[in-house]
């Protein structure tokens, strides 16, 4: 059963990692062209290419709906409400900014849904046993439309009800569990931090924490949860590239896994986890653990981060103050040791396939 999810998200992530690798090396280097001053953020160089990069992660929801729509046999075209629902700007304008919204008697709460992953892929999923019905007893002469408007009808209630607030909710209860652990002992709640951070990316609920993060630094001057996740995500990369070198014979693969250490090198790592270690199972959990060793360094230095910026090394200035040197130690801690024991745990599974792969040819 957990094989056969495994095998359906990746085959939902698939067709479009490459498209993910892309836009994630595009937007580094206009970020960074902006940095060293070659581009100004006001250019239209900047401003268009940030747009294709950054809003392919925004606009994900509605790539996932046509790969989902493919892997689970739904209408793309009644997949795609879905998204257009979610992001509507109108919706985006209430429900990502705090507020709530009335729903046939009952509320709709404050949810991101931009470059959220959970919602949509229910949703889909949920679809699929709507249709059913729809195509058996849905007559000819009125099932082009009747059926969107059925589905929507039924789908979209329940996805902004209750598969919308999913990933806010995870990601709100860790935070709290968070603070609670960091009162108590920051080493821990850095080892806590770095652990569960990736796979928050996973289900969307990390968005739950980046408001926390800026209203911390818009308080206080500093935030000190960031800087707990800096080893996660070079523990991703890390991982990636022992992936990569551990594939002998299948070279698409192995490209795919040297693109997504590559960008999550850069700070983005959803390559990485979609791509390569979600699937592989155990270069993911050895990229938490070596995020969770990381953090623990973070949180017994005391770093904190002075605006935001999800951590690599090309926004470390962010992270410059007391405990600098042990956020930069953090990420390097955090891809050796990532990639060491997924060279350990992986081995003798890469050997299986790679016979497995020699047999059938």
């Not at 698939?14 to 001053?37: E, H, R, W, Y």
């Not at 268009?48 to 709906?65: Q, R, S």
């Not at 000190?224 to 022992?242: D, E, H, K, N, T």
């Not at 997924?342 to 020699?358: D, H, I, N, P, Y």
Request: hydrophobic share 55%; with cysteine.
């Amino acid at each position: 059963m957990y094989k056969k999810v495994i095998d359906q998200i990746s085959g939902i992530f698939f067709p479009i990692i490459n498209s993910i690798t892309g836009a994630s090396i595009l937007k580094s280097v206009v970020v960074l062209a902006a940095q060293f001053g070659w581009i100004t953020q006001e250019s239209g160089v900047y401003q268009i290419f940030y747009a294709v990069a950054d809003g392919f992660f925004y606009f994900l929801p509605f790539f996932l709906a046509i790969t989902a729509a493919k892997q689970w046999k739904t209408d793309p075209f009644i997949s795609l409400l879905i998204p257009i629902a979610m992001l509507y700007p109108e919706v985006v304008a209430v429900l990502e900014n705090g507020g709530t919204m009335p729903f046939l008697g009952l509320t709709i709460p404050s949810t991101v849904y931009h470059s959220s992953v959970i919602p949509v892929l229910m949703a889909v999923g949920l679809l699929h046993f709507v249709e059913k019905p729809c195509d058996k007893y849905l007559g000819e002469n009125i099932k082009g439309f009747m059926k969107p408007i059925l589905c929507c009808l039924i789908v979209l209630p329940i996805t902004f009800l209750v598969f919308g607030p999913i990933g806010s909710l995870i990601g709100d209860v860790l935070t709290k569990v968070f603070f609670a652990i960091y009162d108590w002992n920051a080493i821990v709640a850095g080892a806590f931090m770095g652990f569960v951070m990736q796979p928050m990316v996973v289900v969307g609920a990390h968005w739950s924490v980046v408001p926390v993060s800026i209203n911390n630094i818009a308080l206080q001057g500093y935030d000190v949860i960031m800087p707990l996740v800096g080893a996660a995500v070079y523990g991703q990369a890390g991982a990636a590239l022992a992936v990569a070198l551990n594939y002998k014979k299948d070279k698409k693969k192995k490209s795919i896994a040297y693109q997504a250490s590559l960008t999550a090198a850069l700070g983005v790592t959803e390559p990485a986890l979609f791509g390569v270690n979600v699937p592989l199972v155990k270069p993911m959990l050895a990229a938490c653990i070596s995020g969770a060793v990381g953090g623990a360094v973070v949180g017994a230095a005391g770093t904190h981060c002075t605006s935001f910026a999800f951590p690599s090394f090309l926004t470390s200035v962010a992270y410059v103050g007391p405990g600098f040197l042990p956020f930069l130690l953090s990420m390097v801690l955090g891809f050796v040791l990532s990639f060491l024991l997924t060279m350990v745990l992986c081995r003798k599974g890469f050997e299986e396939s790679e016979q497995a792969k020699e047999g059938e040819a």
